[in-house]
């Protein structure tokens, strides 16, 4: 498992930025050092473990990008139509007999490999076979045109894909056109998940009046899912220090991390605290966020801790600006920062210098064809349908005060943060 120093949470200021929190997560937190082999088949969403230099290049061969007519470099019209006989005929998967004769052409198809001395291909669309059964070239084409070269996409030696990689399906068809059958992956990170509250109820058990059924637990094991973790399901911790304590100090040897929801405010039934001092050591992070509230960091036997609020969407925001990080460093992931793309806002918001905070939208194209975000009505920290009914999050920097109709402003789609 991975090993931290007590204090390497500790933080100095009152209140954090979030590039501050996700600075030191990335500085701090060592990357799990266990490899596995996996199946390419198995690879996606797995964080490659070492660099993959290309042992071929690709194109493996120089081949034609269409289907049509090679010819040599010194038979391309200059000025008028060129007749030319045709001599030989390359598929793809096959070879050129012979090279290509000077004023000759050959019939090749896409993909095929180009014959020896030819530097050019003519599409088939661009030229007439005459009488004479000659193919009549049109003047203009530039040398090399229409051919792919070898090694055009990736040189041999180079490296192709790079170790931190966390794989996507266009980076296990780059191992696959390598030849790779297996690749180096990180093993998962092992994570444990409590919520903790005497109001919660798991679904499927009875619930008393005034209980609800706890919903972060399962959404947090889902994004931690995604991210590409393998989750402990450890339910719920009541509200009370010593089976806090406890649940948390069996859990820590067998997880790189620890996350929990609820109990992290400063109220007099938060025992999150009080049980992490406990068992090991605890700093509170005050981040600049919301919805936000303080987020507890910590280390239980060398294993890093992250206690999230209990309301839905603060623990839904700072799981992705305290979590994500944590999961991608502890998994030797390549930092992978979060980057709001450009709409316009159709609400007006004011907010706290020095803050960063979130706003629930939904995007729609407006008359004018631009994306324009829509604020969900209602702000509550609780609201789960304002998470299901909406699209993303406006991002409103620490320097923002307000946001007038028409503004421009971030966006950060739900589909991109895991
Ligand atoms: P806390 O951070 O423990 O003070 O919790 C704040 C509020 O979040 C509580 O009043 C609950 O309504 C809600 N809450 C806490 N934990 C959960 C959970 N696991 N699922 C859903 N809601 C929760
Ligand atoms: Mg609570």
């Keep these: 498992m991975a090993q931290l120093s007590d204090d390497c949470?500790?933080?100095?200021?009152?209140?954090?930025?979030?590039?501050?929190?996700?600075?030191?997560?990335?500085?701090?937190?060592?990357?799990?050092?266990?490899?596995?082999?996996?199946?390419l088949?198995?690879?996606?969403?797995?964080?490659?473990?070492?660099?993959?230099?290309?042992?071929?290049p690709l194109p493996p061969f120089t081949n034609s990008a269409v289907d049509g007519y090679a010819v040599r470099n010194a038979d391309l019209p200059q000025s008028g139509?060129?007749?030319?006989?045709?001599?030989?005929?390359?598929?793809?998967?096959?070879?050129?007999?012979?090279?290509?004769?000077?004023?000759?052409?050959?019939?090749?198809?896409?993909?095929?490999?180009?014959?020896?001395?030819?530097?050019?291909?003519?599409?088939?669309?661009?030229?007439?076979?005459?009488?004479?059964?000659?193919?009549?070239?049109p003047p203009g084409l530039k040398p090399g045109a229409n051919v792919r070269p070898a090694g055009e996409d990736i040189p041999e030696g180079h490296v192709a894909l790079r170790a931190g990689q966390r794989l996507r399906p266009q980076h296990v068809a780059l191992a696959a056109a390598l030849g790779l059958m297996r690749v180096d992956v990180v093993r998962r990170i092992r994570v444990a998940?409590?919520?903790?509250?005497?109001?919660?109820?798991?679904?499927?058990?009875?619930?008393?009046?005034s209980q609800l059924f706890d919903s972060n637990r399962f959404m947090l094991m889902a994004m931690l899912r995604r991210l590409g973790c393998e989750v402990s399901d450890l339910g719920i911790l009541r509200d009370e220090r010593a089976s806090l304590a406890n649940g948390l100090k069996q859990v820590a040897s067998k997880h790189d991390l620890i996350l929990t929801t609820g109990g992290v405010s400063t109220g007099e039934e938060d025992h999150v605290k009080a049980a992490v001092e406990s068992v090991g050591s605890l700093v509170l992070w005050r981040m600049a966020i919301k919805p936000g509230r303080p987020v507890a960091m910590g280390i239980i036997g060398g294993t890093p801790l992250i206690g999230l609020p209990g309301n839905p969407v603060a623990s839904f925001v700072t799981f992705v600006h305290v979590v994500r990080p944590t999961a991608l460093a502890l998994m030797g992931g390549l930092p992978e920062p979060l980057l709001p793309i450009p709409v316009r806002a159709s609400f007006s918001y004011k907010k706290k210098i020095g803050r960063r905070e979130y706003v629930r939208v939904s995007l729609r194209r407006a008359e004018d064809g631009a994306l324009e975000a829509v604020k969900f009505p209602r702000e509550g920290a609780g609201l789960l349908s304002s998470l299901v009914e909406t699209d993303g999050l406006v991002e409103l920097g620490e320097d923002i005060t307000k946001v007038e109709p028409g503004q421009g402003v971030g966006f950060l789609s739900y589909a991109d943060l895991l």
């Design 193 to 209: 998940v409590f919520s903790t509250g005497d109001e919660l109820a798991s679904p499927g058990e009875p619930r008393a009046t």
């Design 41 to 56: 088949v198995d690879a996606d969403g797995r964080v490659l473990a070492r660099d993959v230099a290309a042992p071929l």
């Design 81 to 137: 139509e060129h007749a030319l006989p045709v001599d030989g005929r390359i598929q793809a998967g096959g070879l050129a007999q012979a090279a290509i004769k000077p004023g000759h052409t050959a019939r090749i198809f896409t993909g095929a490999p180009m014959p020896p001395e030819a530097g050019t291909v003519f599409m088939q669309e661009d030229v007439r076979i005459d009488e004479a059964g000659k193919v009549v070239l």
């Design 9 to 39: 949470f500790a933080f100095g200021g009152p209140m954090m930025s979030v590039d501050e929190a996700v600075g030191l997560i990335t500085t701090r937190v060592n990357a799990i050092a266990d490899l596995e082999t996996v199946a």
